[in-house]
Protein backbone atom coordinates (compact mmCIF):
# COMPACT_ATOMS: atom_id res chain seq x y z
CA UNK A 1 0.00 0.00 0.00
CA UNK A 2 2.80 2.53 1.01
CA UNK A 3 5.16 1.60 -1.65
CA UNK A 4 1.97 2.23 -4.25
CA UNK A 5 1.35 5.44 -3.16
CA UNK A 6 5.23 6.50 -3.25
CA UNK A 7 5.44 5.18 -6.92
CA UNK A 8 2.54 7.48 -7.74
CA UNK A 9 3.76 10.46 -5.67
CA UNK A 10 7.17 9.76 -7.65
CA UNK A 11 5.03 9.60 -10.81
CA UNK A 12 3.24 12.61 -10.41
CA UNK A 13 6.40 14.80 -9.23
CA UNK A 14 8.30 13.49 -12.41
CA UNK A 15 5.23 14.66 -14.39
CA UNK A 16 5.03 18.20 -12.90
CA UNK A 17 9.15 18.23 -13.25
CA UNK A 18 8.76 17.31 -17.30
CA UNK A 19 6.03 20.11 -18.02
CA UNK A 20 8.01 22.48 -16.34
CA UNK A 21 10.95 21.92 -18.11
CA UNK A 22 9.31 21.46 -21.25
CA UNK A 23 7.62 25.08 -21.02
CA UNK A 24 10.78 26.57 -19.71
CA UNK A 25 12.73 25.10 -23.05
CA UNK A 26 9.78 26.46 -25.11
CA UNK A 27 10.19 29.90 -23.94
CA UNK A 28 13.97 29.79 -23.92
CA UNK A 29 14.14 28.53 -27.92
CA UNK A 30 11.07 31.03 -28.95
CA UNK A 31 13.04 34.02 -27.76
CA UNK A 32 14.52 36.01 -30.05
CA UNK A 33 18.57 37.33 -29.83
CA UNK A 34 16.84 40.65 -28.15
CA UNK A 35 15.09 38.87 -25.72
CA UNK A 36 11.48 38.99 -27.40
CA UNK A 37 9.38 36.36 -28.09
CA UNK A 38 7.10 36.30 -31.53
CA UNK A 39 4.30 37.02 -29.54
CA UNK A 40 5.95 40.46 -28.40
CA UNK A 41 4.46 43.51 -29.32
CA UNK A 42 7.69 44.54 -29.39
CA UNK A 43 9.43 41.89 -31.47
CA UNK A 44 10.70 41.85 -34.93
CA UNK A 45 9.42 45.14 -36.97
CA UNK A 46 7.47 45.93 -33.97
CA UNK A 47 10.90 46.61 -32.07
CA UNK A 48 11.23 49.37 -34.82
CA UNK A 49 7.35 50.04 -35.65
CA UNK A 50 5.56 50.75 -32.58
CA UNK A 51 2.19 48.88 -32.49
CA UNK A 52 -0.80 47.37 -30.58
CA UNK A 53 -1.31 44.46 -29.68
CA UNK A 54 -4.32 43.30 -31.67
CA UNK A 55 -6.28 40.52 -31.56
CA UNK A 56 -7.39 39.76 -35.39
CA UNK A 57 -11.41 41.02 -36.31
CA UNK A 58 -14.02 37.91 -36.84
CA UNK A 59 -14.82 37.78 -40.77
CA UNK A 60 -18.16 37.16 -39.60
CA UNK A 61 -20.11 40.48 -39.12
CA UNK A 62 -23.74 41.46 -38.90
CA UNK A 63 -23.31 43.47 -41.88
CA UNK A 64 -22.14 40.58 -43.96
CA UNK A 65 -25.07 37.99 -44.80
CA UNK A 66 -24.64 34.29 -45.74
CA UNK A 67 -26.07 35.46 -49.33
CA UNK A 68 -27.65 38.39 -51.34
CA UNK A 69 -30.28 36.71 -52.41
CA UNK A 70 -32.90 37.78 -50.33
CA UNK A 71 -31.86 41.77 -50.76
CA UNK A 72 -31.64 41.01 -54.35
CA UNK A 73 -35.45 39.82 -54.61
CA UNK A 74 -36.45 42.57 -52.47
CA UNK A 75 -35.26 44.94 -54.48
CA UNK A 76 -34.81 43.84 -57.96
CA UNK A 77 -38.68 45.20 -58.50
CA UNK A 78 -38.04 48.57 -57.11
CA UNK A 79 -35.15 49.50 -60.34
CA UNK A 80 -36.39 50.19 -63.97
CA UNK A 81 -34.92 50.12 -67.43
CA UNK A 82 -35.20 53.91 -69.41
CA UNK A 83 -34.88 53.95 -72.61
CA UNK A 84 -34.70 57.36 -74.36
CA UNK A 85 -35.48 58.53 -77.42
CA UNK A 86 -33.20 61.96 -77.53
CA UNK A 87 -32.50 64.44 -80.48
CA UNK A 88 -29.13 65.12 -81.32
CA UNK A 89 -27.72 68.71 -80.79
CA UNK A 90 -27.27 70.47 -84.26
CA UNK A 91 -28.38 72.47 -87.51
CA UNK A 92 -31.86 71.51 -88.99
CA UNK A 93 -31.20 69.86 -91.98
CA UNK A 94 -32.85 71.13 -95.49
CA UNK A 95 -34.36 68.96 -98.10
CA UNK A 96 -33.66 70.67 -101.54
CA UNK A 97 -35.79 69.14 -104.19
CA UNK A 98 -33.78 68.36 -107.24
CA UNK A 99 -35.67 69.49 -109.62
CA UNK A 100 -35.63 72.94 -108.09
CA UNK A 101 -32.35 73.23 -108.77
CA UNK A 102 -32.81 72.72 -112.32
CA UNK A 103 -36.07 74.25 -112.98
CA UNK A 104 -36.36 77.16 -110.11
CA UNK A 105 -38.13 77.00 -106.25
CA UNK A 106 -41.79 75.74 -106.13
CA UNK A 107 -41.40 73.53 -109.61
CA UNK A 108 -44.53 71.35 -109.50
CA UNK A 109 -45.59 72.54 -106.02
CA UNK A 110 -42.42 71.36 -104.75
CA UNK A 111 -40.34 73.18 -101.90
CA UNK A 112 -38.02 73.22 -99.42
CA UNK A 113 -38.85 71.37 -96.00
CA UNK A 114 -36.85 71.21 -93.46
CA UNK A 115 -35.59 67.08 -92.80
CA UNK A 116 -36.72 65.78 -88.61
CA UNK A 117 -33.40 66.34 -86.72
CA UNK A 118 -31.28 63.05 -86.68
CA UNK A 119 -32.67 60.90 -83.28
CA UNK A 120 -31.01 58.38 -81.21
CA UNK A 121 -31.33 55.61 -78.51
CA UNK A 122 -30.17 55.82 -74.96
CA UNK A 123 -30.59 53.39 -72.16
CA UNK A 124 -29.96 53.73 -68.36
CA UNK A 125 -32.00 52.88 -64.88
CA UNK A 126 -33.92 54.14 -62.78
CA UNK A 127 -35.26 53.77 -59.41
CA UNK A 128 -39.06 53.19 -57.69
CA UNK A 129 -39.35 55.51 -54.73
CA UNK A 130 -43.04 55.51 -54.29
CA UNK A 131 -46.15 53.29 -55.13
CA UNK A 132 -47.71 55.83 -57.28
CA UNK A 133 -45.14 56.06 -59.99
CA UNK A 134 -42.33 58.92 -59.10
CA UNK A 135 -38.83 57.51 -60.27
CA UNK A 136 -35.48 59.03 -59.44
CA UNK A 137 -32.97 58.72 -61.78
CA UNK A 138 -29.65 60.56 -63.39
CA UNK A 139 -30.16 63.95 -65.37
CA UNK A 140 -27.59 62.77 -68.06
CA UNK A 141 -29.79 59.64 -68.56
CA UNK A 142 -33.21 61.63 -69.75
CA UNK A 143 -30.76 64.97 -70.75
CA UNK A 144 -32.29 66.20 -74.34
CA UNK A 145 -34.82 63.04 -74.89
CA UNK A 146 -38.32 64.10 -76.60
CA UNK A 147 -39.69 60.67 -75.44
CA UNK A 148 -39.22 58.28 -72.05
CA UNK A 149 -39.96 54.76 -71.60
CA UNK A 150 -39.92 53.22 -68.69
CA UNK A 151 -40.52 49.10 -68.34
CA UNK A 152 -40.28 47.68 -65.07
CA UNK A 153 -39.27 44.17 -64.23
CA UNK A 154 -42.32 42.74 -64.15
CA UNK A 155 -42.53 43.77 -67.92
CA UNK A 156 -45.25 46.50 -67.56
CA UNK A 157 -44.14 49.61 -69.92
CA UNK A 158 -45.47 53.01 -69.26
CA UNK A 159 -44.20 56.42 -70.86
CA UNK A 160 -42.64 58.84 -68.59
CA UNK A 161 -43.10 63.05 -67.52
CA UNK A 162 -40.76 64.56 -66.21
CA UNK A 163 -41.37 66.40 -63.10
CA UNK A 164 -37.71 68.00 -62.77
CA UNK A 165 -34.30 68.08 -63.15
CA UNK A 166 -30.83 69.45 -61.35
CA UNK A 167 -28.13 69.52 -63.54
CA UNK A 168 -25.92 70.33 -60.40
CA UNK A 169 -26.23 66.84 -59.13
CA UNK A 170 -27.13 65.27 -61.93
CA UNK A 171 -30.28 64.20 -60.31
CA UNK A 172 -34.24 63.87 -62.26
CA UNK A 173 -37.39 63.06 -61.04
CA UNK A 174 -40.12 61.16 -63.33
CA UNK A 175 -43.43 60.30 -63.25
CA UNK A 176 -45.24 57.68 -64.58
CA UNK A 177 -49.10 56.71 -64.20
CA UNK A 178 -49.14 53.31 -62.29
CA UNK A 179 -50.31 52.06 -59.05
CA UNK A 180 -48.96 49.44 -56.42
CA UNK A 181 -45.66 49.58 -57.73
CA UNK A 182 -42.66 48.24 -55.64
CA UNK A 183 -40.43 51.26 -54.34
CA UNK A 184 -37.18 50.38 -52.37
CA UNK A 185 -37.18 52.56 -49.12
CA UNK A 186 -34.36 55.52 -48.59
CA UNK A 187 -31.65 54.36 -46.43
CA UNK A 188 -29.06 56.34 -44.95
CA UNK A 189 -26.03 56.89 -46.70
CA UNK A 190 -24.09 58.81 -43.81
CA UNK A 191 -24.08 55.94 -41.49
CA UNK A 192 -22.27 53.58 -44.33
CA UNK A 193 -18.75 52.35 -43.12
CA UNK A 194 -16.03 51.81 -45.99
CA UNK A 195 -15.75 48.41 -46.03
CA UNK A 196 -19.52 47.75 -46.18
CA UNK A 197 -21.07 45.76 -48.46
CA UNK A 198 -23.54 46.83 -51.23
CA UNK A 199 -25.23 45.90 -54.08
CA UNK A 200 -25.50 47.67 -57.14
CA UNK A 201 -28.69 47.12 -59.35
CA UNK A 202 -29.83 48.23 -63.03
CA UNK A 203 -29.40 47.62 -66.62
CA UNK A 204 -26.04 47.45 -68.19
CA UNK A 205 -25.64 47.23 -71.73
CA UNK A 206 -29.61 46.88 -71.73
CA UNK A 207 -29.31 43.91 -69.90
CA UNK A 208 -32.20 43.95 -67.21
CA UNK A 209 -32.46 43.12 -63.84
CA UNK A 210 -28.57 42.63 -63.33
CA UNK A 211 -27.52 42.55 -59.64
CA UNK A 212 -23.60 42.80 -58.74
CA UNK A 213 -22.04 43.51 -55.45
CA UNK A 214 -18.83 44.84 -54.35
CA UNK A 215 -17.64 46.91 -50.84
CA UNK A 216 -17.87 50.68 -50.13
CA UNK A 217 -14.49 51.65 -51.40
CA UNK A 218 -14.43 55.19 -49.95
CA UNK A 219 -17.16 57.98 -49.02
CA UNK A 220 -16.61 61.86 -50.04
CA UNK A 221 -15.10 61.37 -53.60
CA UNK A 222 -15.19 64.43 -55.48
CA UNK A 223 -12.32 64.78 -57.93
CA UNK A 224 -12.99 61.85 -60.15
CA UNK A 225 -14.21 63.55 -63.25
CA UNK A 226 -17.47 65.27 -62.18
CA UNK A 227 -17.19 67.83 -64.87
CA UNK A 228 -19.91 70.10 -64.14
CA UNK A 229 -21.52 69.15 -61.04
CA UNK A 230 -21.39 71.49 -58.22
CA UNK A 231 -22.55 69.49 -55.44
CA UNK A 232 -20.38 66.51 -55.88
CA UNK A 233 -19.36 63.92 -53.00
CA UNK A 234 -19.89 60.40 -54.48
CA UNK A 235 -19.80 56.94 -52.65
CA UNK A 236 -17.11 55.12 -54.28
CA UNK A 237 -17.68 51.17 -54.48
CA UNK A 238 -16.13 48.51 -56.48
CA UNK A 239 -19.37 46.40 -57.45
CA UNK A 240 -19.03 46.53 -61.04
CA UNK A 241 -21.09 49.59 -62.81
CA UNK A 242 -21.43 49.53 -66.31
CA UNK A 243 -23.28 51.86 -69.00
CA UNK A 244 -26.93 51.32 -68.90
CA UNK A 245 -26.39 51.47 -64.84
CA UNK A 246 -27.02 55.60 -64.68
CA UNK A 247 -29.35 56.07 -62.40
CA UNK A 248 -30.21 52.43 -60.81
CA UNK A 249 -30.17 51.68 -57.20
CA UNK A 250 -26.80 51.05 -54.70
CA UNK A 251 -28.30 49.34 -52.03
CA UNK A 252 -27.10 47.98 -48.45
CA UNK A 253 -27.78 44.61 -46.86
CA UNK A 254 -30.75 45.66 -45.47
CA UNK A 255 -32.41 46.39 -49.02
CA UNK A 256 -32.60 49.88 -48.42
CA UNK A 257 -31.37 52.55 -50.97
CA UNK A 258 -28.44 54.51 -50.21
CA UNK A 259 -27.28 55.88 -53.10
CA UNK A 260 -27.87 55.93 -56.96
CA UNK A 261 -25.38 55.17 -59.62
CA UNK A 262 -23.91 57.50 -61.48
CA UNK A 263 -20.23 57.05 -63.15
CA UNK A 264 -17.53 54.89 -63.11
CA UNK A 265 -13.64 55.41 -63.85
CA UNK A 266 -12.47 54.39 -66.94
CA UNK A 267 -9.79 54.62 -69.63
CA UNK A 268 -12.06 52.21 -72.43
CA UNK A 269 -15.40 53.20 -71.39
CA UNK A 270 -16.37 50.00 -69.63
CA UNK A 271 -16.14 48.78 -65.85
CA UNK A 272 -12.39 49.43 -64.72
CA UNK A 273 -12.99 48.64 -60.78
CA UNK A 274 -14.30 51.89 -59.52
CA UNK A 275 -17.76 53.12 -59.67
CA UNK A 276 -19.62 56.06 -57.95
CA UNK A 277 -22.89 57.05 -56.97
CA UNK A 278 -24.46 60.20 -55.72
CA UNK A 279 -25.71 59.48 -51.76
CA UNK A 280 -29.15 58.62 -51.07
CA UNK A 281 -28.34 61.84 -48.29
CA UNK A 282 -28.00 64.51 -51.79
CA UNK A 283 -30.94 62.81 -53.80
CA UNK A 284 -33.55 62.21 -51.53
CA UNK A 285 -33.59 66.12 -50.49
CA UNK A 286 -33.43 67.17 -54.46
CA UNK A 287 -35.85 64.94 -55.70
CA UNK A 288 -38.19 66.50 -52.60
CA UNK A 289 -37.74 69.68 -53.54
CA UNK A 290 -38.55 69.17 -57.33
CA UNK A 291 -41.74 67.03 -56.69
CA UNK A 292 -42.96 70.09 -54.33
CA UNK A 293 -41.45 73.42 -55.39
CA UNK A 294 -40.43 72.58 -59.24
CA UNK A 295 -36.95 73.44 -58.28
CA UNK A 296 -34.25 72.72 -55.95
CA UNK A 297 -34.12 74.91 -52.66
CA UNK A 298 -30.88 75.22 -52.67
CA UNK A 299 -28.74 76.86 -49.82
CA UNK A 300 -25.16 77.55 -49.56
CA UNK A 301 -23.10 78.98 -47.18
CA UNK A 302 -20.94 81.65 -49.54
CA UNK A 303 -17.80 80.07 -49.07
CA UNK A 304 -14.70 78.95 -51.60
CA UNK A 305 -11.57 77.03 -50.99
CA UNK A 306 -10.48 73.34 -50.77
CA UNK A 307 -9.07 70.58 -48.55
CA UNK A 308 -6.15 70.40 -47.06
CA UNK A 309 -2.51 70.33 -48.42
CA UNK A 310 0.75 71.52 -47.23
CA UNK A 311 0.72 74.69 -49.57
CA UNK A 312 -2.47 75.92 -47.20
CA UNK A 313 -1.45 74.78 -44.43
CA UNK A 314 1.64 76.93 -44.77
CA UNK A 315 0.10 79.75 -45.60
CA UNK A 316 -3.05 80.13 -43.04
CA UNK A 317 -0.95 78.49 -40.19
CA UNK A 318 -3.37 75.47 -39.71
CA UNK A 319 -3.45 73.12 -36.88
CA UNK A 320 -5.28 70.47 -38.20
CA UNK A 321 -5.41 67.75 -41.14
CA UNK A 322 -9.25 67.30 -41.81
CA UNK A 323 -11.81 70.12 -42.43
CA UNK A 324 -12.55 72.13 -45.35
CA UNK A 325 -10.53 75.26 -45.81
CA UNK A 326 -11.68 78.67 -46.46
CA UNK A 327 -10.09 80.36 -48.94
CA UNK A 328 -12.86 83.15 -50.14
CA UNK A 329 -16.22 84.14 -50.12
CA UNK A 330 -18.99 84.62 -52.87
CA UNK A 331 -20.95 87.74 -52.77
CA UNK A 332 -23.74 88.06 -50.11
CA UNK A 333 -21.61 85.00 -48.37
CA UNK A 334 -23.48 84.37 -45.49
CA UNK A 335 -21.15 82.12 -43.67
CA UNK A 336 -19.09 85.61 -44.05
CA UNK A 337 -21.91 87.54 -42.91
CA UNK A 338 -21.79 85.55 -39.48
CA UNK A 339 -18.25 85.92 -39.05
CA UNK A 340 -16.44 82.99 -40.60
CA UNK A 341 -12.63 84.19 -41.62
CA UNK A 342 -9.89 83.20 -44.26
CA UNK A 343 -8.38 80.56 -43.63
CA UNK A 344 -10.52 78.88 -40.92
CA UNK A 345 -11.15 75.26 -41.14
CA UNK A 346 -14.87 74.44 -41.05
CA UNK A 347 -14.62 70.75 -39.35
CA UNK A 348 -18.12 70.44 -38.20
CA UNK A 349 -21.85 70.96 -39.94
CA UNK A 350 -24.55 70.39 -36.51
CA UNK A 351 -21.95 68.13 -34.77
CA UNK A 352 -21.77 65.81 -37.80
CA UNK A 353 -17.44 65.82 -38.81
CA UNK A 354 -16.44 66.69 -42.02
CA UNK A 355 -13.08 65.67 -43.22
CA UNK A 356 -12.78 67.75 -46.71
CA UNK A 357 -14.67 70.06 -48.91
CA UNK A 358 -16.50 67.45 -50.63
CA UNK A 359 -18.21 66.50 -47.50
CA UNK A 360 -18.99 70.08 -46.76
CA UNK A 361 -21.02 70.38 -49.95
CA UNK A 362 -22.83 67.48 -48.98
CA UNK A 363 -23.51 67.94 -45.24
CA UNK A 364 -25.24 72.06 -46.90
CA UNK A 365 -26.97 69.78 -49.76
CA UNK A 366 -29.37 68.46 -47.22
CA UNK A 367 -30.93 71.89 -45.96
CA UNK A 368 -32.69 74.85 -47.09
CA UNK A 369 -32.69 78.73 -47.40
CA UNK A 370 -33.71 80.14 -44.07
CA UNK A 371 -32.00 76.80 -41.63
CA UNK A 372 -29.82 77.70 -39.32
CA UNK A 373 -26.54 75.38 -38.86
CA UNK A 374 -23.39 75.60 -36.36
CA UNK A 375 -20.20 75.27 -37.73
CA UNK A 376 -17.47 74.12 -35.60
CA UNK A 377 -14.46 76.20 -36.67
CA UNK A 378 -10.86 75.18 -36.31
CA UNK A 379 -9.08 78.74 -36.08
CA UNK A 380 -5.20 78.57 -35.97
CA UNK A 381 -5.37 75.68 -33.20
CA UNK A 382 -8.70 77.60 -31.50
CA UNK A 383 -11.86 75.73 -31.65
CA UNK A 384 -15.12 78.07 -31.95
CA UNK A 385 -19.03 77.35 -33.25
CA UNK A 386 -20.32 79.86 -35.10
CA UNK A 387 -23.56 80.19 -36.44
CA UNK A 388 -24.82 80.46 -39.42
CA UNK A 389 -28.34 81.16 -41.36
CA UNK A 390 -28.32 79.93 -44.85
CA UNK A 391 -29.25 81.46 -48.30
CA UNK A 392 -30.17 80.97 -51.54
CA UNK A 393 -27.98 82.31 -54.57
CA UNK A 394 -30.09 85.23 -54.77
CA UNK A 395 -28.53 86.21 -50.98
CA UNK A 396 -31.99 85.47 -49.94
CA UNK A 397 -34.46 83.10 -48.22
CA UNK A 398 -37.19 82.96 -50.30
CA UNK A 399 -38.47 80.07 -51.76
CA UNK A 400 -37.67 79.25 -55.44
CA UNK A 401 -40.46 78.20 -57.69
CA UNK A 402 -40.17 76.97 -60.86
CA UNK A 403 -37.77 77.87 -63.23
CA UNK A 404 -36.03 81.40 -61.93
CA UNK A 405 -32.61 82.88 -62.30
CA UNK A 406 -31.79 80.99 -59.22
CA UNK A 407 -32.84 77.48 -60.76
CA UNK A 408 -31.31 78.32 -63.90
CA UNK A 409 -27.84 78.91 -62.50
CA UNK A 410 -27.25 82.01 -62.12
CA UNK A 411 -27.19 85.13 -59.07
CA UNK A 412 -27.33 89.09 -60.04
CA UNK A 413 -27.20 92.24 -58.59
CA UNK A 414 -28.00 95.63 -59.65
CA UNK A 415 -25.07 97.37 -61.55
CA UNK A 416 -23.15 99.73 -59.07
CA UNK A 417 -23.27 103.02 -59.56
CA UNK A 418 -19.10 103.56 -60.51
CA UNK A 419 -19.96 100.86 -63.81
CA UNK A 420 -22.93 102.82 -64.77
CA UNK A 421 -21.24 105.92 -64.87
CA UNK A 422 -17.95 103.93 -66.39
CA UNK A 423 -20.49 102.49 -69.39
CA UNK A 424 -22.57 105.55 -69.35
CA UNK A 425 -26.10 103.79 -68.68
CA UNK A 426 -28.43 104.12 -65.91
CA UNK A 427 -29.54 100.45 -65.89
CA UNK A 428 -27.93 97.06 -65.60
CA UNK A 429 -27.56 93.73 -63.67
CA UNK A 430 -24.24 92.27 -63.07
CA UNK A 431 -23.89 88.50 -63.04
CA UNK A 432 -22.47 87.67 -59.87
CA UNK A 433 -22.30 83.95 -59.76
CA UNK A 434 -22.90 81.03 -62.52
CA UNK A 435 -23.91 77.45 -61.92
CA UNK A 436 -24.59 74.46 -64.28
CA UNK A 437 -27.30 75.70 -65.97
CA UNK A 438 -29.25 77.41 -69.21
CA UNK A 439 -27.45 80.57 -68.87
CA UNK A 440 -23.99 78.86 -68.67
CA UNK A 441 -24.39 76.88 -71.55
CA UNK A 442 -25.50 80.39 -73.23
CA UNK A 443 -21.44 81.80 -72.49
CA UNK A 444 -22.78 83.91 -69.67
CA UNK A 445 -19.98 84.34 -67.24
CA UNK A 446 -19.50 85.99 -63.86
CA UNK A 447 -18.76 89.54 -64.50
CA UNK A 448 -20.96 89.95 -67.84
CA UNK A 449 -23.68 92.91 -67.40
CA UNK A 450 -27.29 91.98 -68.71
CA UNK A 451 -28.83 95.30 -70.32
CA UNK A 452 -31.92 94.07 -71.69
CA UNK A 453 -33.86 90.82 -72.39
CA UNK A 454 -35.70 90.52 -75.04
CA UNK A 455 -35.78 94.21 -75.73
CA UNK A 456 -36.78 95.06 -71.58
CA UNK A 457 -34.22 96.89 -69.89
CA UNK A 458 -33.69 95.23 -66.30
CA UNK A 459 -32.31 96.79 -63.60
CA UNK A 460 -33.20 93.99 -60.39
CA UNK A 461 -32.96 90.50 -60.01
CA UNK A 462 -37.08 90.41 -59.39
CA UNK A 463 -37.11 92.37 -63.19
CA UNK A 464 -35.28 89.78 -64.48
CA UNK A 465 -36.99 87.17 -63.06
CA UNK A 466 -40.40 88.57 -64.20
CA UNK A 467 -39.53 88.80 -67.98
CA UNK A 468 -38.32 85.14 -67.69
CA UNK A 469 -42.06 83.91 -65.91
CA UNK A 470 -43.70 86.17 -68.93
CA UNK A 471 -41.53 83.91 -71.31
CA UNK A 472 -42.03 80.92 -69.97
CA UNK A 473 -46.13 81.47 -69.59
CA UNK A 474 -46.28 83.30 -72.74
CA UNK A 475 -43.93 82.41 -75.14
CA UNK A 476 -43.93 79.69 -77.75
CA UNK A 477 -40.35 79.32 -78.13
CA UNK A 478 -39.06 79.91 -75.01
CA UNK A 479 -36.33 81.89 -75.99
CA UNK A 480 -34.53 84.32 -74.25
CA UNK A 481 -32.66 87.40 -76.06
CA UNK A 482 -30.10 89.18 -74.01
CA UNK A 483 -28.50 91.71 -74.65
CA UNK A 484 -25.18 92.79 -72.43
CA UNK A 485 -21.16 93.75 -72.10
CA UNK A 486 -18.58 93.05 -70.39
CA UNK A 487 -16.72 95.45 -68.25
CA UNK A 488 -14.65 96.77 -71.01
CA UNK A 489 -17.63 98.24 -72.33
CA UNK A 490 -17.68 95.33 -75.91
CA UNK A 491 -21.51 94.65 -76.67
CA UNK A 492 -22.25 91.23 -76.93
CA UNK A 493 -26.30 89.92 -78.33
CA UNK A 494 -26.66 85.66 -76.59
CA UNK A 495 -30.01 83.87 -76.75
CA UNK A 496 -31.10 81.62 -74.22
CA UNK A 497 -32.84 78.37 -74.87
CA UNK A 498 -35.30 77.73 -71.76
CA UNK A 499 -37.16 74.67 -73.55
Not at 404 to 412: K, V
Request: glycine share 10%.
Amino acid sequence: MKTGLKTTLLILLCSTLSAAAAVGLYDHFSTNRFGHSPDDGDSGSGAIFKQANLRPVAFSSAHAPQDFADVAERSLNGVVNIRCEVTIPGRQQQFVDPFELLFGPGFGGRSQRPREMPKQMSIGSGVIISTDGYILTNNHVIENATKITVNTNDNREYIAKVIGTDPTTDVALLKVEAKDLQPIPFGDSEALRVGEWVLAIGNPFNLSSTVTAGIVSAKGRSTMGEGSLRVASFIQTDAAVNPGNSGGALVNTRGELIGINTMIFSQTGNYAGYSFAIPVSIARKVVADLKKYGAVQRAVLGVSGGNIVSELTEKYNLKVTEGAVVGGFSDLSPAKSAGVKEGDVITHVNNTYVRNMAELQEQISKYAPGDKVSLGINRQGKEEKIDVVLKNMQGTTDVVTGLTPSSIGAAFKPLSTKMRNALGIDYGVEVVGVDAGKFRDAGITKGFIILSINNVKVSTSEQVEAVIHEVMANSPDKVLFIKGAYPNGRVKYLAVDLN
